[in-house]
């Protein structure tokens, strides 16, 4: 009798073991001991400070980055103006960046080329046009303009339109003709940014200032001068529409760095839904 109920209950023993895939669940589920816990507490924290605190630094640089470029303007803009040099190489220098250049000659109102969408920058010119909210955005008119004195054309960015009024039909009495003297400042770098192009549907209308296609699109050097805003005419283009260039590495690495924060955080959330469900499993063996 003995030996039958040893028999009976060693095979309902075996009729109720754990299956073999189960007990291979339970041991892949990794154990914490308390110092393993603690370090993930002190990791996750550190982050959750750590990953703001990058952020705006990195957002802290490159804020201070156009704030020394604006700087840069509104000191060379104080200048006095100085004829265009007879060598254009010099207007490459430094030194001579946002420089306020005078020139006298005539526009070539039939090769008038547009960079856009361009938002519209608010002047101090007290007769300047106040737009709606809907044209806010809009154009920057790029003209040819013969240089007296050598006959060069160069660039001359007459300022700001709304988009309604690119037809130059539309804004007869702004056409200046015969002899004009302006002063311009001196913008002689293209933009670098490869997320845009310079083509369009409209071949003469370019997304960013792009100076060698434009000289050549017009059969003028690639000098380009932002008309300051007293050149502005009644029923033309806006002028005093400079605007500080944020260096495309600057851009660049601040966009990266908000990525790469981003996802971090993320990883960083997912290992801590992950630790949590994991404590719950741990917790219904133990």
Request: glycine share 4%; charged share 25%.
């Amino acid at each position: 009798m003995n030996r039958h109920r040893i028999i009976r209950y060693l095979w309902k023993s075996l009729q109720n073991r754990p299956k073999l895939d189960s007990m291979r669940s339970l041991k892949s589920i990794p154990r914490k001991t308390p110092s393993n816990m603690r370090m993930q507490f002190v990791i996750t924290d550190a982050s959750i400070v750590a990953v703001p605190a990058v952020l705006c630094l990195g957002t802290f640089c490159f804020y201070m980055d156009l704030q020394k470029e604006e700087t840069f303007l509104e000191e060379q803009s104080k200048h006095e103006p100085i004829p265009l040099p007879s060598n254009i190489k010099n207007l490459e220098n430094k030194e001579m960046k946002y420089r306020p250049i005078q020139v006298i000659g005539e526009f070539d109102h039939m090769m008038e080329r547009y960079i856009g969408p361009r938002r519209f920058l608010k002047t101090m010119k007290r007769d300047a046009r106040i737009f709606t909210p809907s044209e806010k955005l809009g154009m920057l008119v790029i003209t040819p303009f013969t240089i007296k004195d050598t006959g060069q054309r160069i660039l001359i960015n007459r300022g700001w339109i709304p988009v309604t009024q690119q037809d130059p039909n539309s804004r007869l009495k702004g056409q200046i003709k015969g002899e004009v003297k302006l002063v311009g400042i001196n913008i002689q770098h293209s933009e670098q940014d490869s997320l845009t192009s310079s083509s369009s549907e409209n071949p003469n209308v370019f997304s960013k200032r792009d100076l060698e296609s434009l000289a050549q699109s017009t059969n003028s050097l690639p000098i380009y001068l932002d008309a300051d805003v007293a050149s502005t005419v009644e029923g033309g283009p806006v002028g005093g529409q400079t605007a500080t260039d944020v260096k495309p590495y600057s851009s660049y690495c601040l966009a990266l760095l908000y990525a790469v924060c981003l996802l971090f955080y993320m990883g960083q959330l997912k290992k801590r839904k992950s630790a949590n469900s994991n404590n719950k499993i741990n917790s219904l063996f133990t």
